[in-house]
C-alpha cells in the first residue's frame, strides 16, 4: 500500500527532525557552558565547537537508533499498537490489513513535530540556553575571567600549606579556649596555655616570631604555682630572669609573656 | 473502525456469551477461554474443583455449535479402543469381514471427562488425535473430521486411583483453564435458577456456530495483524520460562509460542480489534503457560504455583 508506506516515510521524517532537534538543543547547551568555561580561563570560544559537535554527533546517532513508532504512539493514543502494526503489515493486502491500513492513515493526521515533542522539557531546555547565554554575555561585558579571583583566592590561602585557611586562626590567641565545651578534657586555663603555645609554635612556622631567640632568653623562667590542676599559672620569667636583654627585645618578650598569661 | 467480518465475529461471541449465560452463572473467563480455544482450533484442559459446571460449560457449548459432539468419561478401566474405536466382525454378503466402527473420537468436539482416571495408556491414545487429528487403529489411519478439539476436564482433588497427565500430552492442550468457585451473588443466582424451575427443561439453545463459520473464524483468527513487537514480546516470556532456572525447572516449548500468538490474536478478535496488543499476550499467557512449566523445589518451598511464577515472570 503505497500511501500508507508514504505516510510512514512521513512519519519516520518527523521522529527524524524532533529526534535531531533535541540532540541540537541538548548540543547547544553543551555548547555555551563549554564556551563559558573558556571564556574564563581566555581560551578561544571556537574550541567550544568541538564538544559541541562531538555531543551532537553522538547523541544524534544514538537517538536515531533508538527511533521507532513507539514514540508516536506514546504522544498519542489513539494510534497504540496499531501505528507498529500496521507499519509492520504494510505489504499485506487482505481485507483485515488494508482495514487497519485506513485506520491508521486516518489518525495519521494527528501526528506532528509540535505533538510529539515534549514541550516542557523543551521549554526548560530553552530557558537555559537563554540563561546561558545571558551569563556569557554579562561576563564579557564585565570582562570577568578567572584571573580576577586569583587574589582574591590566594589570599585566603596559607603561603606555606597552600590550604585555604581563616586568617583570625592563626593570630587568634584563644581560637581553641573559647570553644564551648573545650574544657571537657583537663582544666580550662590549662587548655588555654596549650592554646597559647601552640598559637606561638604556628605564628614561629609562619615565620612571624622567632621564637628560639626567646626560649633561650627565657630560660630560668619559674612559675608560681607548678601543681597540675592548682590555681591560675602565671609566668614571672620577665622579673626573675637573669639574662641581659635588649630593650627591644625586651618589650617583645614581655609582650609575649603578657600575652599568654591572658585568661 | 472495524471490518464487518470482525464485527461480525465479536456480535457472534456476544451472543454465545449471553446464550451460554442462560445455563451457566458467571464463568466468564473460562467461556472466554474455550471459544479462544475453539477458535484456534486446538485443546482445552479444564481443571477445577467438581461442581464447577465444567462438564456444563462445554456441553452447553457444543450445543451452540453445529458440530458433532461426543462425551467420554475417563474411567481407570476405559480402553483405548473404547476411545479410538475399533474393528468387529460383521457378516456381510460375501460373508464374514472386519468392519472398522469407529469410537466417540470420531467428532468435532471431544469431552474428555476427568481424563486423569483413564490410564496412561488411554491417555496416550488421545496424543495422536490432539496433535495430528488422525487416528491409527491396526494398520489403518483415519482421519479425523475438522474442527476437532478436545475438550477435557481433571479434578485437582482425590489424586488416589488417578493418573496425572504425561508432559507431552499436557503440552499438546493449549489451554489449562482453571475454574474457581463463584462469587456469592453468583452463587445465589445459581441456586435459584436450580431450585425454582425446572432443570431438566432448561433454556431452548438454538445452535449458531456451524462448521462454515467456525472455519471462517478460524482463518479470520490467523489473518489478524500483529505487530513485530507483539512477536518478540510472546517469544521473550516463553523464552523466559527456559532461562529463571531459579524458579523454574523445566520451561515451555516452542508450541508454547505459536499457541500464545495465536491466543493473542483470538483475543483481538473477540475483543473486536483488528490488531493485538501487548495486553492480550499478557492475559492469555497464564492458561498457556501454567501447564507448561514445572516449577522447582526453590518455588515449591516458597509456596509459589504455577501463577505466582508466571506474574513474576510478566514483571
Known sequence: MEILKQALKQVKQILFFVSFFTSLINSLIVFLLFALLFFFFHVAWIYALIPFFVFLGHTTLRSMRRIGYYDVEKKIPDLEWRLRTSADNADRKDELAMDLHHDVLQRLHQVSAARIMNKKQTISKIATILGLCFLLVFFSLNSVHFDDFIPAIQQGMSPITGFFVKESNLTDVSFFGDEDGANIYTEEDQINYGNKEEVVELNQMLGLVDINKYNRDGEGKTFKDTAIGSGNREALGSENSKEKIGDEDKQIVNNYFRSINQP | ?315
Open chain 2, 1 to 315: 473502525m472495524t471490518t464487518d467480518s470482525i464485527q461480525k465475529a465479536k456480535d457472534a461471541f456476544d451472543y454465545i456469551t449471553s446464550e451460554i449465560g442462560k445455563v451457566v452463572v458467571g464463568q466468564q473467563q473460562v467461556i472466554k477461554q474455550i471459544i479462544i480455544a475453539i477458535l484456534t482450533e486446538s485443546n482445552a484442559l479444564l481443571e477445577g474443583y467438581p461442581g464447577l459446571a465444567k462438564t456444563l460449560t462445554v456441553s452447553t457449548l457444543s450445543k451452540l455449535m453445529d458440530l458433532k459432539f461426543s462425551r467420554i468419561q475417563g474411567t481407570p478401566d476405559l480402553m483405548p479402543s473404547d476411545v479410538t474405536g475399533t474393528y468387529v466382525l460383521e457378516e456381510t454378503k460375501s460373508g464374514r469381514e472386519f468392519k472398522f466402527q469407529p469410537g466417540p473420537i470420531f467428532a468435532n468436539v471431544v469431552l474428555m471427562d476427568e481424563i486423569n482416571r483413564a490410564t496412561p495408556k488411554t491417555q496416550s491414545a488421545l496424543l495422536e488425535a490432539m496433535q495430528e487429528r488422525q487416528v491409527t487403529v491396526g494398520n489403518h489411519t483415519y482421519k479425523l473430521e475438522r474442527p476437532f478439539f478436545v475438550l477435557a476436564t481433571q479434578n485437582p482433588i482425590e489424586q488416589e486411583g488417578t493418573y496425572p497427565l504425561p508432559e507431552a500430552q499436557s503440552d499438546r492442550f493449549l489451554f489449562k483453564i482453571k475454574t474457581d468457585y463463584p462469587s456469592f451473588n453468583d452463587e445465589v443466582d445459581i441456586v435459584t435458577r436450580y431450585t425454582e424451575f425446572d432443570e431438566k427443561g432448561g433454556p431452548e439453545l438454538k445452535p449458531l456456530l456451524k462448521k462454515d463459520t467456525i472455519f471462517k473464524l478460524q482463518q479470520l483468527v490467523r489473518q489478524i495483524p500483529i505487530a513485530q513487537d507483539i512477536k518478540r514480546y510472546a517469544v521473550e516470556l516463553v523464552k523466559k520460562t527456559r532461562e529463571r532456572k531459579e524458579l523454574i525447572e523445566y520451561g515451555a516449548s516452542p508450541r508454547a509460542s505459536i499457541g500464545l500468538v495465536l491466543a493473542a490474536k483470538a483475543h483481538a478478535l473477540l475483543d473486536g480489534r483488528n490488531y493485538v496488543t501487548k495486553n492480550d499476550v499478557r492475559e492469555m499467557v497464564y492458561p498457556i503457560l501454567r501447564h507448561r512449566i514445572i516449577i522447582n523445589f526453590e518455588a515449591e518451598r516458597n509456596n509459589f504455583n504455577e501463577d505466582d511464577v508466571i506474574g513474576y515472570l510478566l514483571k
